[in-house]
Structures are given as C-alpha cells and as structure tokens.
C-alpha cells in the first residue's frame, strides 16, 4: 500500500466527517484476497474539480460503514473509466482510500470497475458500478446582476432544469466571516439574509458564491452495500461593498 503525504482533506474538498467515514483513527484492513464480493461494503465518490478534470475515490470495508478497510492485494485494483486508482494511507490519521485524477466525461458518467484476481493475480472478475455527475448549477443571477451592499440581502439563482438531491451554497471573502449551507433544496433560488454577512473591517472584497450539486446512488447489488455520491460546482465572484463612514 502506498502512502501519501500531502493534504488529505485539502486535496478532494472533503468534510473531515466524510473522510473520518473513509477510514477513520483506528481502523483495521483485511487483504481482499480475505474477502469475497457480497462481503463487501462500498463507498465511491466523484468530485467536479471546475478545471477540466474530476477527482474519484474509492474506500472497500467489511462489515458496514464503519467497519475493517480492505487493503487490495494480488493484483486487485479499482479502475474509474479506464484509470488505475492510486491505493494511499495516512499513518498519522489512519485513512485509507483509492483515488485518482481523470479528465471530465463529455457525459458525466463515471464506471468504478473492482478488478478481482485469482491466485495467480489474473483478473477473473469485474464488479461495476456507473456513477453519473449531476449537471453543473450554472449561477444565472446574483441580485439582479449588480453588486452587494451590506445590510442587503443576497438572492442566489441557478439553474434547477437538472436539479440534483440537494444543494451546499458556500459564500467567502476577505470582508466576511465564511458562509456555509449545507443540504438546500435544488430549488434555483436561495436567499441569504444580510443579517448572516456581519463586516470585518471597513473595506469591501469579492465574494466568490459557490453553489454544489450533490447526488446519491447505490452501487453494485453484487456488493453487502453501500453507496456512491456525486458532486458538480459552480462558482461566481460579485463585489461587496461595506458601509461609508458615518452610515
């Protein structure tokens, strides 16, 4: 097993919870030579980078959720649309998972293939999974377009033709306390209220507002279980103007 030492969290995006799920302090592996398929509990993730290309991960556990990591062993591997996927551990957290980098498909599809081997290490079996990106929530307006005032409050609109599960609207700047919020309706239209966007300081900043699309699917039936998620972005800068002196 390979061991990476960058930034885990910083290099996917993800919530600490969600990597905690992937394989949190103190899990145990097992080789997957141990384990048969319909033992196996999976969780796969597509994550739109915005640049062109797409971050997939794949965590393999026995015994549900939060149970023993299967470390690939024999010539077993996950593949995403042809890619090998890198098989990495964290010693200091104790995180296991696969991942790698590949391009954006022109169709949004994303096939996790298991790759089972026999004891010679030759492939003999294939476990598919096809996880569909949702649609981008291209951001058509944000207050009509012009820059935000403080004390106004922001009025978020996206394209839901596609919509997804639901939606995480993020709001960030120099000028303000970042925003997060999490598990919105795919609705189109989301209102932030001005008393949630206090100031620091006296000068205004860009604000850069993200809107994510967020989708669950289940994978393979050949599996225990588990499920695969999706997550497509957006993002817009606008200004923010902060309070004249004396106002």
Same mark, same amino acid.
């Given at each position: 097993?390979?061991?990476?030492?960058?930034?885990?969290?910083?290099?996917?995006?993800? #919530?600490?919870?969600?990597?905690?799920?992937?394989? +949190?302090?103190?899990?145990?592996?097992? %080789?997957?030579?141990?384990?048969?398929?319909?033992?196996?509990?999976?969780?796969?993730?597509?994550? %739109?980078? +915005? %640049?062109?290309?797409?971050?997939?991960?794949?965590?393999?556990?026995?015994?549900?959720?939060?149970?023993?990591?299967?470390?690939?062993?024999?010539?077993?591997?996950?593949?995403?649309?042809?890619?090998?996927?890198?098989?990495?551990?964290?010693?200091?957290?104790?995180?296991?998972?696969?991942?790698?980098?590949?391009?954006?498909?022109?169709?949004?599809?994303?096939?996790?293939?298991?790759?089972?081997?026999?004891?010679? +290490?030759?492939?003999?079996?294939?476990?598919?999974?096809?996880?569909?990106?949702?649609?981008?929530?291209?951001?058509?307006?944000?207050?009509?377009?012009?820059?935000? $005032?403080?004390?106004?409050?922001?009025?978020?609109?996206?394209?839901?033709?596609?919509?997804?599960?639901?939606?995480?609207?993020?709001?960030?700047?120099?000028?303000?306390?970042?925003?997060?919020? #999490?598990?919105?309706? %795919?609705?189109?239209?989301?209102?932030?209220?001005?008393?949630?966007? #206090?100031?620091?300081?006296?000068?205004?900043?860009?604000?850069?507002?993200? &809107?994510?699309?967020?989708?669950?699917?289940?994978?393979?039936?050949?599996?225990? +279980?588990?499920?695969?998620?999706?997550?497509?972005?957006? $993002? &817009?800068?606008?200004?923010?103007?902060?309070?004249?002196?004396?106002?």
């Amino acid at each position: 097993m390979k061991m990476w030492k960058d930034g885990f969290v910083a290099m996917l995006g993800l #919530p600490l919870g969600l990597w905690v799920l992937a394989g +949190g302090a103190g899990c145990s592996t097992t %080789d997957s030579t141990n384990v048969k398929t319909s033992g196996i509990w999976a969780h796969y993730v597509v994550r %739109d980078n +915005g %640049d062109g290309s797409v971050d997939v991960r794949a965590v393999l556990r026995v015994g549900g959720s939060t149970g023993t990591v299967v470390d690939l062993t024999n010539g077993e591997h996950m593949e995403v649309n042809g890619v090998t996927l890198t098989e990495f551990y964290d010693p200091i957290t104790n995180l296991h998972w696969s991942h790698a980098t590949v391009s954006d498909d022109p169709m949004n599809r994303y096939d996790f293939d298991f790759i089972r081997t026999d004891d010679t +290490g030759t492939p003999i079996e294939t476990v598919s999974t096809a996880v569909i990106r949702p649609a981008l929530p291209v951001i058509s307006d944000v207050n009509g377009g012009a820059d935000i $005032s403080y004390g106004q409050d922001v009025t978020i609109t996206w394209d839901a033709s596609e919509p997804g599960d639901d939606v995480d609207i993020t709001i960030s700047g120099d000028c303000i306390d970042d925003l997060s919020y #999490p598990g919105l309706s %795919d609705s189109g239209q989301y209102v932030v209220s001005h008393a949630d966007m #206090p100031m620091i300081g006296t000068q205004g900043c860009d604000l850069t507002i993200r &809107v994510q699309r967020n989708v669950t699917t289940d994978v393979s039936a050949e599996f225990q +279980g588990g499920f695969a998620e999706a997550h497509s972005f957006h $993002s &817009v800068t606008v200004g923010y103007s902060m309070p004249r002196a004396g106002n």
